[in-house]
Each structure stands twice: as structure tokens, then as C-alpha cells.
């Protein structure tokens, strides 16, 4: 979710403060996985929900397993870089999905969430609920410079 370009209100510039900070979280977080799971640097659009979310779920496992292992070098990790998908002449390999959608009905059902997702009127009233959400649970609360 984009931020709100020019907050005016108290309630408007925290939701914009707080979802910038979560926003930079997150994509640090998943660029970390990226870099360390190729699966993840692939558009994922056909992909059923449940699928991702076990794929995603066993990144973060993995990754932490690694993490654990490895906590004795990190004074020399190593580059993010490494994990890049290059074969020795340079070129990069395309990853293709094993779970192409094949029946009609998933083909439906993909485009009637996608236009579900892209709805105007849907996101307004969902950064609205969440804005009022963030009001009520930290609007008392002095914002940080």
C-alpha cells in the first residue's frame, strides 16, 4: 500500500509515519529473503495463495535456521550477491512455474481477486479502516521525530 502523498491531518501523518516505517521493514526483511531464495525474486501472480504462503513460510524457517547455524560468521557474511541465479557464461536463468493454472475455474477465480485487488473503492475504504485503526491505538501517543 502506497503511503498518502500529502497527509494534512494529525491522523493522516501518523497513518503516513507509521506505514512508511512498516513499509521499509518489510521490504528490507523480504529483499534479505530474495536474496537468499530464488524462488521469491519470480513474479508469483498464478501461484494459489496457500502455496505462496507455505513457500513464504518455509523461506522464513529456512532463513532462520541459517541464521542460528551461521551466527558464529558473521563477522565475515558473506554478499547477498552470491545468491544470484547466473549460470558461469553470465547468463541469468528464467525460472518457470510448475503450478501453471490449467482449469477454467482457477482462471476465473485469479481474475475475479485481481479485480477484487485493483478496486479503487476497495483499497479507499481498507487504508480508511486501517488509518482509524492506527488512530485509536497510537494516536495519543507523541509522534517521534
Given at each position: 500500500?502506497?503511503?498518502l502523498p500529502l497527509p494534512q491531518t494529525p491522523k493522516e501523518m501518523l497513518f503516513a509515519k507509521r506505514q512508511e516505517s512498516t513499509r521499509k521493514d518489510v521490504e528490507r526483511a523480504f529483499g534479505v529473503l530474495q536474496a537468499r531464495f530464488a524462488v521469491l525474486?519470480?513474479?508469483a501472480l498464478t501461484w494459489d495463495e496457500n502455496?505462496?504462503?507455505k513457500i513464504m513460510?518455509?523461506?522464513?524457517?529456512l532463513h532462520?535456521?541459517?541464521v542460528e547455524d551461521e551466527r558464529h560468521l558473521y563477522a565475515s557474511y558473506a554478499d547477498p550477491s552470491q545468491y544470484n541465479n547466473e549460470t558461469e557464461e553470465g547468463e541469468t536463468l528464467v525460472?518457470?512455474?510448475e503450478h501453471a493454472v490449467e482449469d477454467t475455474n482457477e482462471v476465473q477465480e485469479y481474475i475475479l481477486n485481481r479485480t477484487h485487488l485493483e478496486d479503487g473503492s476497495v483499497h479507499r475504504s481498507l487504508r480508511e479502516d486501517l488509518m482509524e485503526h492506527i488512530w485509536l491505538?497510537?494516536?495519543q501517543i507523541p509522534m517521534e521525530e
Open positions: 500500500m502506497k503511503s525474486r519470480y513474479p502455496m505462496l504462503q513460510t518455509t523461506c522464513i524457517i532462520n535456521m541459517i525460472q518457470t512455474s491505538k497510537y494516536g
